[in-house]
Each structure stands twice: as C-alpha cells, then as structure tokens.
C-alpha cells in the first residue's frame, strides 16, 4: 500500500484580516474581547471610547485572525472626532472581509448609511447584530435581520451576543472562509500588537471613563510619559500625564483630597499588575491643554495620527 506524502505535512498556514465598524457603543470593543479572549479594547456604557485602531490577535491552529477595533462612526464635532473618523473609513481598505454591527432594533443613523455605501464599493462585508440578549422575541430580530439584508450588501447576516458569547465562535467559522494562504503575521500566542505603554494608558483611560461626570473624560487624554523596568525587582515605575481642557476638569479629575485620582489610579493599577503580570508603581499627573481635541499639533503631540 503507497504510503500518503501528505501525512506529517503541517496544516497550511493563513490569515484572515478583519475590521470591526460600527455606530459608538454598538459592542465591537467588546466583540473584540471576547474572541480575543483578553482585554485589548476599553468599554464603557459611554460613546468615543475607542479612539485609535486597535488590534487584537487570535490563532486557532493554522489560522490567524487579525481583528482591528475602529472608533464608532458618527458625525464629527471637532478635530478629534474627524480623525477618529478617518481611522474608522481608513479600515476597511486594507483588510480581507468587514464586520458592520448593527443594534438589533432602531433605526440607521446618518453614518452607518455612509458606511454601509462605502462597503458597497469596498469589498466583502458581513453584517452582525450584537446585543440580541436584550430581545424579548424571535420576530423583532428576523424583522431586523431582513431590514439588513434587503440592503444588499453583506455577504451574510449574523447574530451573537458579545456579552455573554452567543454565536461568537460560530462567527469566527464564518470569517475562516476569507482566509488567504501565508504565514502568521504576529506570534501564535500574541493577543494584541498595542505596545505595553499604549495598553497602559487605555486602561486609565477606561477608569476615567467608567469613575467621572459625563463633560470631564471626553476631553481627557492619557499618555504613559516613562515605563522604566527595576532590575532588582519585580517591579515597573510608570509614569502617566493625564490631560484635560479646563482648570474645572482638572480639579474634578483629582478630586476633595485627591480622593478621585487615587481611586482611578487605583482601580488601573489592579488592571495593569494583571496585564503585565508584575508589581506597578504608577503616579499620575493631571495638566491642562485648553482646546487639545481641535489642535492639530497637540492631537499630533498626544499620539492621535492621522490614518
């Protein structure tokens, strides 16, 4: 009997490059997340949390998922938000399939129609409604499904939870197909391509958001000034700028006593030691930059580039 030349030949290996977009808050952080299976992207129950592409990284045998996590579309109100923007159309033009979330009622903004005609020229696109755990009935999420699909411009229709991982998994079967031939392009054990500073910074970030009145942490920006490893100990020095726009803001974000900033330095510190297995000293420092989210030089300053 001919022995088969294929038997201790390794899988092909292939990767499959996904963006994620979506109106502010319509669960692609936490989509991210959960197949990702670590935390790469903030959330919050507030919109424009997620302000930059983020990428989380998932290898299931052969095949590599590359997810990138956009910004919600919306209409833009200042320099910050017109970037953000950009990164989110910027996306879709260098990847091999999108994912459009959608909520699974309501009706579509203004964005999502520009972007839903954006991918009707830019390429394969799957719709997913997220969220369908809050559905009470099977009729309200077929209503939605044929809404999206009488658009004629996703591929398929999926349905999942992010929440608590209903249909996710049947979902990265479905991105499988738009996988192409070639090498991982990250480690198979990497999650994220964030460097560890970045990481940092979002998890404060996500503090601010989750701990703070509603005007003071969308005009908040946080940058690691130094990480700096002890060779003695297992410790890492972190030092982080906290900016905001007004002296108010300042004084709102430190808090009676400093009582707030402890509390949000506190909270991220626990979160940090988790995410990089180590003790953290971190100190953190609040300034002010009046008018940041529309100056060009200060967005360029504060790390937000242009796509």
């Known amino acids: 009997m001919p022995k088969n030349p294929n038997k201790h030949e390794q899988p092909q290996t292939s990767s499959v490059f996904v963006a994620l977009v979506g109106r502010p808050n ?41 997810l990138m996590d956009t910004p919600g579309i ?39 129609t520009t972007m839903i005609e954006a991918l009707r020229k830019s390429g394969p696109a799957i719709a997913v409604i997220n969220k369908v755990d809050l559905l009470h009935g099977f009729a309200e999420l077929e209503a939605r499904k044929q809404q999206i699909e009488a658009l004629g411009v996703f591929d398929t229709v ?31 054990d990497a999650f994220t391509d964030m460097p560890e500073k970045e990481l940092v910074a979002e998890l404060i970030r996500e503090k601010l958001l989750l701990f703070m009145r509603d005007e003071v942490p969308h ?8 990480f700096k490893e002890r060779p003695d100990k297992d410790l890492i020095d972190i ?11 300042k004084g709102m974000i430190i808090g009676k006593g400093g009582q707030m900033l402890k509390k949000v330095a506190s909270a991220a510190r626990t979160d940090c030691e988790e995410l990089l297995g180590t003790h953290i000293n971190l100190q953190c420092w609040v300034k002010v930059r ?18």
Request: glycine content about 8%.
């Open 26 to 66: 319509v669960g692609k952080s936490s989509l991210t997340n959960t197949l990702v299976g670590e935390k790469v992207a903030i959330v919050t129950k507030k919109p424009q949390t997620t302000r930059s592409r983020i990428t989380g990284v998932i290898t299931k045998g052969p095949v590599q998922y590359v």
């Open 219 to 226: 005009g908040v920006a946080v940058t690691v000034e130094s």
């Open 158 to 188: 999926r349905t999942i939870s992010a929440k608590d991982g209903t249909g996710c998994e049947e979902l990265l079967e479905v991105l499988r197909q738009y996988a192409t031939p070639g090498p991982h392009y990250f480690d198979d």
């Open 290 to 307: 009046e008018g940041w989210r529309d100056s060009e030089r200060l967005l360029d300053d504060l790390g937000f580039a242009k796509p």
């Open 239 to 249: 030092s982080v700028e906290i900016c905001c726009e007004r002296k108010s803001h």
């Open 74 to 112: 919306h209409t833009p109100r200042n320099k910050l938000d017109a970037r953000m923007t950009q990164t989110a159309a910027a996306s879709v033009k260098d990847v091999d399939v999108t994912l459009m979330l959608f909520e699974p009622s309501g009706e579509l903004t203004e964005a999502e």
